[in-house]
């Protein structure tokens, strides 16, 4: 075979949501593993459905994604020339002829072949008609009327479909629009593809598009039918499932790896392995491993898994993405290390980006605000000697390291005869407002030596006029 050639087709009459990110996913993954070349094109001959915002919508979340094409994108819309001169060649190769039936020859054709107990289909009245090219002429393709077609499909294995059971379908409208086999056969050819990667609610068409590719003199290309996405309760994904457009997602703080991750392991496996690295997956992607069950979409395992890679992900690579969800608290940072100092601090306890965004908070808020119960728990009296040492102790280290800060703290706890939590947790308030925040030196080190110390005077100020009100 020939280098390997994928594709991935959307309709632009809406948002990327999960199954098609996943089709675009396989096709790029087996692109890159493989080293061949993935296309993107648009089937945008929907006129009344199809958006320019939709294309747009759609090229953002393959940008978000990290899902790049080798060549396009290309529109159906404007390969018109190109469909009609293969539809040429089929009628007059008299594989192909234009029907004039009604919808309501085609309507009755139907019911009368459910009342005898058949399938219902039309029966094929214009085939040796030789009607010519009409207004309300559609073409049909002749489809042959007796043997079996086989699609050799790498994922389900072969499935046989008998010819007698298809009838002559539609392959150019009568204003002149191609259908969508017609179209996608064409484009598959000119194209050069040669793996065909989709869902398995495609599988029904492809003897159809067999059968057009033969009658067009081209090879068939391989092809691999993968089990749909469903929901917790196995019907077909929708929102009430948690699925929603990828762009939402983003929007809600998921890593693109991440995304692509749980994309590929709704029905893709590599051993035991769950988490993988972008690289990975070009590494290990195969036809083979694409198992013949449908994938269950689980939002909890989801966040799960983007946990994993915000812990796993370099910070430096987080500063950019979390830039936009600090702005959504009006908080604007310049300064790169800083922002990568803070990230590191987060890591480990931030599921999401929203998260982490919400947890940086108390770094850029200054005066602190103190958590109601957290004051009243932790900034007593009783708290008021043993800040009031470490700060002293603070206030003389060299250097913020975490060994100096550490050093304080040790100090302050030989002096009072405290353990580091009463300590600690005090101080934790002190410098971030709430009881839970992150490693406390790690704070004192990213806030620096003027804001902890300005701080922590804030803090004693607020025990020393609790405590005068108590006199």
């Known amino acids: 075979m020939d280098s390997v050639i994928t594709r991935f087709p959307p309709s632009p009459t809406g948002y990327l949501h999960v199954g098609g990110a996943r089709t675009a996913l396989f096709n790029w993954l087996y692109a890159r593993h493989t080293g061949g070349r993935f296309v993107l094109r648009f089937e945008d ?27 396009g994108p290309y529109y159906q819309s404007e ?65 042959p009327l007796a043997g079996t077609t086989v699609v050799d499909d790498k994922v389900k294995g072969p499935i046989a479909f008998q010819n007698n059971e298809l009838d002559d ?33 495609h599988v029904n068409n492809t003897p ?27 019907a077909r994904l929708s929102k009430r499932h948690g699925a ?50 449908a994938g269950i979409f689980d939002p909890a395992k989801l966040l799960a898994l983007n946990a994993e890679h915000v812990r796993a992900t370099e910070a430096r690579q987080l500063v950019t993405p979390l830039r936009p969800f ?13 922002l990568r100092e803070i990230v590191e601090t987060l890591q480990s306890r931030s599921k999401t980006l929203v998260e982490m965004a919400a947890g940086a908070l108390f770094y850029f808020q200054s005066p602190v605000v103190y958590e109601e119960k957290a004051a009243a728990k932790f900034l007593k009296t009783t708290a008021l000697e043993p800040l009031r040492h470490l700060t002293a102790r603070l206030s003389e280290l060299p250097a913020f390291e975490d060994d100096q800060i550490e050093g304080a703290f040790v100090q302050t706890m ?33 806030l620096g030596r003027e804001e902890t110390l300005k701080r922590m005077d804030q803090a004693l100020a607020f025990m020393q006029n609790r405590q005068s009100a108590q006199e």
């Open 45 to 71: 001959t929907d006129v009344e459905r199809s958006t320019q915002q939709s294309v747009e919508a759609i090229l953002d979340s393959m940008a978000w994604l990290g899902i790049d094409w080798d060549e």
């Open 244 to 293: 929603m457009s990828v762009t939402e997602y983003r929007e809600m703080g998921y890593l693109p790896d991440a995304m692509l991750n749980y994309l590929v392991r709704l029905g893709w496996s590599h051993g035991d392995q769950e988490f993988f690295t972008r690289q990975d997956l070009i590494d290990k992607f195969s036809l083979e491993n694409i198992g013949k069950s």
């Open 414 to 446: 030989e002096a009072t005869g405290l353990k580091l939590g009463k300590i600690a947790q005090p101080v934790r308030v002190a410098l971030s407002g709430k009881t839970v925040s992150p490693g406390i030196f790690e704070i004192i080190r990213v």
């Open 79 to 143: 390969r018109l020339p190109v469909y009609q001169e293969h539809l040429r060649q089929l009628l007059d190769t008299e594989q192909a002829y234009y029907c004039t039936c009604s919808p309501e020859d085609i309507e009755a054709m139907r019911q009368e072949a459910m009342a005898r107990g058949g399938k219902p289909r039309y029966d094929g009245r214009c085939r040796e008609r030789r009607r010519p090219a009409s207004d309300d002429a559609v073409i049909r393709f002749k489809a």
């Open 208 to 234: 159809k598009q067999i059968l057009l590719y033969k009658a067009l003199g081209s090879s068939l290309p391989v092809f691999a039918h993968v089990p749909m996405v469903l929901g917790s309760d196995r």
């Open 169 to 201: 379908f539609i392959i150019c409208r009568s204003d002149g629009m191609p259908m969508y086999n017609l179209a996608v056969v064409v484009d598959d050819i000119t194209m050069g593809i040669n793996t065909i990667i989709r869902g398995d609610d």
């Open 326 to 338: 600090l702005k959504t608290h009006d908080v604007a940072v310049d300064d790169d290390q800083r």
